[in-house]
């Protein structure tokens, strides 16, 4: 990319602020290396990894690198022999620690995540390593004991050498003969050996070796001869103990160096997991989303370059998303230059930025301010020539300086570039300028390269709508508080509001007349349909948000309304569910008493013909308690219709088969029905709830789909109540139904036998046994029924 555009469009900032959530260097320096790129395949692995990065913050927000630092410069110093300090290990140590913590959390969450995973799969750190630096060095940062067997072998002599010096130096102090000779009873050190404080005027008292004397000369430091060689032995080991602690800490770095080239792709993968965090951070706080990048289209009449910007919402970056105002860019499949024009400090200059830096940010991976759904082309290089380009030390005027960057920018645009430019042919005669900005224009537009261009020359304004591939677009302002809307709208140009203004600022209206004399007719007629066409536009803006204020509280009214007869028809299906219940214990008790009857009649060895009646008569109470009752539509009945969405369960009319909307077009959609898909209508399609109320459509024979797929039959419902039927009748009508549900493929049908005697559910059952089409069987819930009630599954 342009170095010197992206300077112009402020993309370092745009690095500088994603710099700042790094977690340690090597990330940062990711971010500020970070550049563009128009290779459409790493442009969509970036995104994605982003997009995986802020699934998984938004689900483990604690997923973080840890204590990980950058330890390539000590790993370079491993490798060429140098011997690390204790604190130089430590921080390698939590680094490997960092990396395996994050190892084992992507080998578990890997599937869910397999940019982020392939990005971590260098992180496992050398076995080992981990270990081997615990085991050697403490968390202060001290060398243990235990790193090795001769090291705590010194470490033991050295503190029963320090112990048997210093209990020979008391000793000393505390003897009454030698206590008046010394300046005080302490033992202290002199150049890193055991002292005692001997007053100067005793100085050949006691044998010994001066160290030192206090500043005073009254106190000399020496060293008793008797304590000489206990001195030298405590010396020695100190010696020793340094030299093992320096062998164990070179050996320890040699291992560190032999797996230097493991341990710095470790780190670069750290880095790379931690930007790729930094970028979902940094989208989060931007409210950002991911963009839509695509490839050039190829158009064979060489009439559009095949661009695509479709930018909604968009809003830029570096500016305070409270306040910010949105824009939308939205350029059709024929347009691929837009003319922007409107006041001073109206916004054309942020939005030029705004839609170049967003391209700029989809390109290196970044999401992008704006909603979802903005779809940007894979520019192969973008050129923008904005702000004051005025140099003294080159001699070069604003327009010179202007000139010389946009000759640099032809010279290397093509028709797979962006060129912004803003101003184009400011700073320099007005009617000159109109000339050569048209002329550059045209130029752009005959070589089909895809610009964005800001002006207030109204020749611009024509040629734009008079030039098939170029759209006006202006920037609003309000002549009542003198102050632009930033409102950027696309299809009309922009008003000259220069007399308006003056006359809002109290100019003299005879001025103001005499300067509308002196404008072409043609041009005042023009900005007054302008002003009318604007005028009309916010009216229809203000109506239609009228509109949709009212149709909010239209929707709350309704869920009210919903909410309050859900209540009722709760209410009527719980006092119908009782009545129901009361019913059927009352009609069990009766059964049994009846049960009981006949069986003490049984064991008196009486005839059983007088309880016949009143098993008849029972067995026509149960079949008249109706099943549980359906609940009533009410929040359906008060909807009004909606439009069909994917992922929505329909019934098709034609084929009285379900299945779920996966595509829709303007009049047909594609229907998911089991493992088939089917085109159909949209008149022939029917929401589920909305076809419980409708009739159901006339059986029909084989429908033929496809080329070798058949829907074998209709549905012939989920249930069968064989009530009220003889035998025979319902042994009939049960092996029908099982048939017709069996083509159908349902997964299960429910049989209604009722309770009565019995026979019916013994008939239905025998039937379900010796059917072919029937896996298994058994009796419903009590809920659902109880022993009235049979379910039966189907065969596959």
Known sequence: MDEKTLITLEYPKILERLASYAAFSASAELARSLRPTNKLEEVQERLACTTEARKLLSVRSETTIGGATDIRPLLDRAGRGAVLLTTELLEIRNTLISARDLARTFE???EAYPHLKAIAEPLSPPAGLIEAISQTISERGDILDTASPRLGSIRAELKTAHERLLSRLERMINDPKLSPILQEQLITQRNGRYVIPLRADFKG??????????????????????????NNRWHELQLAERDEERRILAELSDRIGSHAAALKAMVNALAALDFTLMCAKYAEDLR?????????????????????????????????????????????ERTFALVITGPNTGGKTVTLKTVGLLALMAQSGLHIPAQSGSTLSLFNNIYADIGDEQSIEQSLSTFSGHITNIVRILQHAGRRTLI?????????????????ARAILAHLIEQRIPCLV?????????????????VNASLEFDLQTLRPTYHLTLGLPGRSNALAIAQRLGLPEDIIQAARTLINPTDLRAEDLLDEIHHQRNLARKARAAAEQAQKEAEKLQAQLTARLEKVEEERLALLETTRAAAEQQTEALQAELDEVRRALQRARQPLDAIKPLQAQLQNLQEQIEPPAPRQLTSEALTAPRPLRVGERVRL?????????????????????????????????????????EAPAEPQRSVRVSEGITLLHPSPGMELDLRGQRAEDAQDALETYLESAALAGLPFVRIIHGKGTGRLRVIVREVLRASPHVRRFETAQEKEGGDGVTIAHLED
């Open 108 to 110: 578990r969450l890997g």
């Open 205 to 230: 008292r006691i044998k010994s070796i001066v160290h030192d004397q206090s500043s005073s000369g009254a106190t000399l430091f020496v060293e008793p001869l008797v304590v000489v060689e206990l």
């Open 288 to 332: 950002a989303a991911e963009p839509i990048v695509i490839p050039f289209r190829n158009e064979r009449k060489g009439e559009h370059p095949g661009s695509t910007i479709r930018l909604y919402r968009a809003r830029h970056p570096l500016l305070d998303p409270q306040t910010v105002v949105p824009i939308d860019v939205d350029l059709d």
């Open 420 to 436: 912004i430019l803003d101003e184009l042919g400011a700073g320099t005669d007005p009617q000159e300028g109109a000339a050569l």
């Open 454 to 470: 800001a002006t207030h020359y109204p020749e611009l304004k024509a040629y734009a709508h008079s030039t098939p591939g170029v």
């Open 653 to 693: 009319r034609s084929l009285n088969a379900e299945g779920t909307i996966t595509a829709l077009a303007q009049e047909d959609a594609e229907v998911q029905i089991g493992n088939l898909r089917v085109r159909a209508r949209l008149n022939d399609i029917q929401r589920r709830k909305d076809s419980e109320t």
